[in-house]
């Protein structure tokens, strides 16, 4: 069906006539009699029968014309959200990894509240495999997304990517354990290579990244352990369980000391990636730059 013929048969149920449609959408009544010919043929069905010198609407055709009253509605509500030169509004999807959506997401909810009430946020926590198979299956509008620097993701041509902040990460292990290193010793982490190690039970950044860091140290590492929180790691490192990265900004709970990773250090990227030419869409683009503003900041 072609929507745009909707208009003549919703202005003949209002107006009652066809030459008062052709006045109103400036053009001719045989016009007016075509495209409606035209949508009966399309639909399969009558849409107008002869009453005298006029027409009258079928009983299939006054329901047509109730359901065109709100399909052309929404067509025009769809322009004006898609109007690049439209204020913002809208829903827009984001999905993250926890931290990126407290530290960035959550903040931009508030003041999207307060400053742009038309514009809404629908958030969705996923590591960056399943966010991006969200953005892939056009669930998604915004993917918040990290790697390591020591061992990079694909970068997916189909995406606009833009970095966002990095973080340094430590290695986390037991506060007692810090007796095991030699003081001044060149290589801390080979005090380690015997102990189990927590990688993240949702990606494999983290156990990619962990392997590297030992195979520079000169050992393998048996990732034994994984968990999706970082409070979880933390207490699996209390319990004596093992040792994993946790981020060196974040205060350390007590009995866990960060031994700085060092040739190689290990920096975590955040992205923000979205399908390519989807920011034109006023909404998404008001989302994306509030939230890597706030990733800056």
């Known amino acids: 069906m072609d929507t745009r013929r909707l208009r003549f048969i919703f202005e003949l149920s209002r107006l009652g006539s066809m030459r008062a449609v052709a006045d109103v959408l400036h053009t001719s009544t045989s016009?007016?009699?075509?495209?409606?010919?035209?949508?009966?043929?399309?639909?399969?069905?009558?849409?107008?029968?002869?009453?005298?010198?006029?027409?009258?609407?079928?009983?299939?055709?006054?329901?047509?014309?109730?359901?065109?009253?709100?399909?052309?509605?929404?067509?025009?509500?769809?322009?004006?959200?898609?109007?690049?030169?439209?204020?913002?509004?809208?829903?827009?999807?984001?999905?993250?990894?926890?931290?990126?959506?407290?530290?960035?997401?959550?903040?931009?909810?508030?003041?999207?509240?307060?400053?742009?009430?038309?514009?809404?946020?629908?958030?969705?926590?996923?590591?960056?495999?399943?966010?991006?198979?969200?953005?892939?299956?056009?669930?998604?509008?915004?993917?918040?997304?990290?790697?390591?620097?020591?061992?990079?993701?694909?970068?997916?041509?189909?995406?606009?990517?833009?970095?966002?902040?990095?973080?340094?990460?430590?290695?986390?292990?037991p506060e007692e354990s810090l007796t095991r290193i030699p003081e001044g010793a060149a290589a801390p982490l080979t005090a380690y290579r015997h102990s189990a190690w927590i990688g993240n039970s949702r990606n494999r950044a983290d156990e990619d990244a962990l392997r590297i860091v030992a195979s520079v140290a000169g050992f393998p590492v048996r990732v034994t352990h994984a968990a999706d929180s970082l409070d979880l790691v933390e207490e699996f490192i209390v319990a004596g369980l093992g040792v994993g990265l946790l981020p060196s900004d974040r205060p350390a709970r007590p009995g866990v000391a960060l031994l700085p990773l060092r040739d190689p250090g290990v920096n975590l990227r955040t992205y923000l990636q979205l399908r390519d030419g989807r920011d034109s869409w006023p909404a998404l683009a008001l989302v994306r730059d509030m939230i890597a503003a706030r990733g800056a900041a």
């Open 31 to 173: 016009t007016v009699s075509q495209q409606i010919a035209l949508l009966a043929r399309e639909l399969g069905t009558e849409l107008i029968f002869p009453v005298g010198r006029g027409v009258r609407l079928t009983p299939a055709g006054e329901r047509l014309a109730e359901h065109a009253g709100g399909i052309l509605a929404a067509v025009q509500r769809a322009r004006l959200d898609l109007d690049p030169t439209a204020a913002p509004a809208g829903t827009v999807r984001v999905t993250g990894f926890s931290s990126a959506i407290r530290r960035a997401v959550l903040p931009v909810v508030r003041e999207l509240a307060e400053h742009h009430p038309s514009v809404t946020v629908e958030i969705h926590q996923h590591e960056p495999e399943g966010a991006l198979a969200m953005l892939a299956a056009d669930r998604t509008d915004l993917a918040l997304t990290y790697d390591y620097d020591i061992a990079p993701m694909p970068r997916g041509a189909e995406w606009v990517t833009r970095q966002l902040w990095s973080t340094p990460w430590s290695l986390g292990v």
